[in-house]
């Protein structure tokens, strides 16, 4: 059976959408997304994610051609349709074909729904390692498509061994590239919130945090604070409660996943199970 | 007759040139071009632009999957085919399609040859104006896809009766957000060069500019400089040499199109005809 996608008010195979030379979602960078994964046919968070979908949306000025109810009706109907018991649902919005070479169209609204792995169980057993690089995110609370810094980094962080980069401004770090950052010292979990994208899974460690007995605090975080850090951990929806081990060459305390992080890591599979309704997670 | 454009090695009509939503050029911004003009069949500063479109690709280690005489005839043959009078060729590259809708793929090359209007001439009899907007542009010496934050600001900018954005990082001034920006004090021309594109219309008066008994100083530019300019212009492909006389709500010097600008505007007029071979241009 062939997966059906949502294309501008039709259901429709991946390769019937496809985007023309003049949109300037193309030619100009102008496009906005969300990602939400989906258990069992379960979505996780989709209202939270379709809620920042419509602040991006207002951010840059952009109209959904669609409303929220028949984005939710398309959704649940990909979904059903599929029945990937693993996969991710990507709401994505190009500013259209451009009259001019430049001016935004008429939007175009696609919803696909893709088969997912889970991520290898190796990087929350052993920890993971980042890559630093001095880069300021262009309106960095919107989910802009734009992730070209990210993109031309990647073939020198894999190289070098890492899974992903953390922007830093010389002194601050902001977040790694589609990731937010938490770092552990003694019960506080400290997170930064301006010049980062407002995470999903973040919000969701945030809330959860005192009834594991953390206390937040939200503030600037310095690049030498998290190398100095007791714990570091990125939140996401692909990567959920991820440990950090490592930053360029300097291991992060005795380089091992830190205690602090693996019951953040448990808590979060706990919420996640209760929220797509799945009987256990596992990390 | 259907005009023709080039799409990975074929020559197909603009209808048939469009992008999968796999395309990270669709889903991470991940694209470069350039774009140039053409009058009569010829191209105007044809092997500058390549260069830099060589230079952006290397920049962001993408690989160009066409030699540049493979890339040259190309031009040629959908420039002599479409045969129009006045038209601009866009070069554009993006990463292809992604195994993971992340990494980079196997680039997409397309060469679009497009039928245009010469810019209204009151600009040049009367000078346009500006917004001011803070910014700092992301990868600014690359010609990539990324212009999310000038389209989302054109409504604003028009609606003040504008023509496009002036950008500073709250001292010094970058760039407009598609020319190069020149102040006029003396017999000196002042241009920055750190943090801005490297226009190929900037360079051609710089050249030209001793000719016509100007001084190049290149530096950083204050805001407040331009502001106090005795004449400012800004310098494009699309826009060659274009008085500005207003930025945001205050007036450069008189508010009137400056005698030095107009000595510009004509020595690019006539660079221009003789790379060409027209016999004449007005502004």
Redesign the interface.
Known sequence: MQAI?FFNGKFVP??S???????????????I?DYFKVYNGAPAFMEAHLNRFESSALL??MEIPFSRNEIETAIFKIIQHNEFPLSGV?V?M??GASPD????GKPNL?I?N?AVSETNPSFYAEGVSLMTHQ?????PQVK?????????L??IWKQKGHIDVLYHDGHYISEVSRSNVFLVEGNKLITNEEGVLPGITRMNVVNLAPQLGFVVEVRPIALSEVLAAQEVFITSTNKKVMPVVKIDDQEIADGKVGAKTKLLMEGYAKLLAEETKQPSFQN
Chains 1, 2 share one sequence.
Not at 17 to 31: N, W
């Open positions: 996608q991946k390769e959408i496809t985007f023309s030379i003049d949109d300037v979602g193309v030619l100009r960078g102008f496009g997304f840059l000025g990507k994505l190009t500013g070479g430049f001016s935004a696609v696909t893709t880069f300021t995110r262009e309106m802009t498509t734009n992730y070209a810094t990210a993109v031309r990647e073939p």
